[in-house]
């Protein structure tokens, strides 16, 4: 029988219960995850699972099982605990059993992946995690290519933004990088057009030809786009605000943004 952890002052379970932060998270290398829809979407995405930590007391139907089984099929180590270290570990107000953490991954901007007739949505310096969660959540259905974090801004892995993009952080593509410039040669060479999206500068975003390979940019919630990356973009589009609002959410901006790209290239 499996040696259970039942204290939440083990330093296995303290270590764990740090991924809540940024910085532990850069120290561990690692990211949590919960919640079993999650959970198989990582592991379908093709995540490193590190520790698992499960409690079969707090199982109900099949599927906590059947992730257990496939957790056991990995490297990562499992181990079991009581129901109340899990309900310590877990943000969850009823805890599915399951908690687990994952290796981060470092995805480099070689591998940004860029075919014709493809979407990429490029987010500049984000500070809102679900905001992030919710746009990557969009890119995912809209079929987007990949989606580029242009840093430093929100964390990718934010227990928010994990949740926010509801598994689909694990089904595309997401890049991080500093370096604007490489990242807009990379859509040069590959003859991509980039549009920025702006309240007022452009043409309004009905009227703009969405047809091709296109790189969409979005700006930081605060400042908008950001002086560096002007040179680089070729297009805008326009969203203008009729209403006494004084700015449209980027999560907003992008899921309409993103699915006149889809109306364009992939009509019903």
């Known amino acids: 029988m499996d040696t259970i952890i039942t204290s939440t002052r083990?330093?296995?379970i303290v270590a764990a219960r740090k991924l809540d932060q940024r910085k532990h998270r850069q120290e561990q290398g690692r990211f949590a995850v919960e919640g079993l829809q999650l959970l198989g979407?990582?592991?379908d995405g093709g995540c490193l699972p590190h520790e698992v930590f499960y409690c079969e007391a707090l199982f109900t139907g099949e599927t906590a099982?059947?992730?257990?089984?496939?957790?056991?099929?990995?490297p990562a180590e499992l181990m079991a605990v009581s129901a109340e270290v899990l309900r310590a570990l877990s943000e969850r107000d009823t805890p599915q059993g399951l908690f687990a953490t994952f290796h981060l991954p470092d995805t480099p901007l070689d591998a940004l992946p860029l075919s014709v007739g493809g979407l990429v949505i490029v987010l500049d310096r984000l500070r809102d995690p679900g905001n992030l969660g919710t746009i990557l959540r969009t890119a995912d259905a809209a079929g987007a290519s990949a989606v580029i974090l242009l840093t430093p801004g929100v964390d990718l892995y934010d227990p928010r933004t994990v949740r926010a993009s509801m598994g689909s952080l694990f089904n595309l593509p997401v890049i991080q990088t500093g370096d604007a410039q490489a990242l807009f040669r990379r859509?040069?060479?590959a003859n991509?057009?980039?549009?920025?999206?702006?309240?007022?500068r452009g043409q309004y975003w009905t009227e703009l030809d969405w047809r091709g390979s296109m790189a969409l940019v979005l700006g930081n919630e605060a400042q908008g786009l950001s002086d560096d990356l002007q040179a680089g973009i070729h297009e805008w589009a326009?969203?203008?605000i009729h209403g006494k609002a004084d700015s449209l959410n980027v999560a907003v901006a992008g899921g309409i943004l993103t699915y006149a790209w889809v109306a364009a290239n992939h009509p019903a």
């Open 10 to 12: 083990n330093p296995r």
């Open 41 to 43: 979407m990582a592991l």
């Open 65 to 74: 099982p059947a992730l257990l089984q496939q957790f056991q099929r990995t």
């Open 187 to 189: 859509f040069a060479d």
């Open 192 to 200: 991509w057009r980039v549009v920025g999206a702006d309240a007022a």
């Open 238 to 240: 326009a969203l203008p």
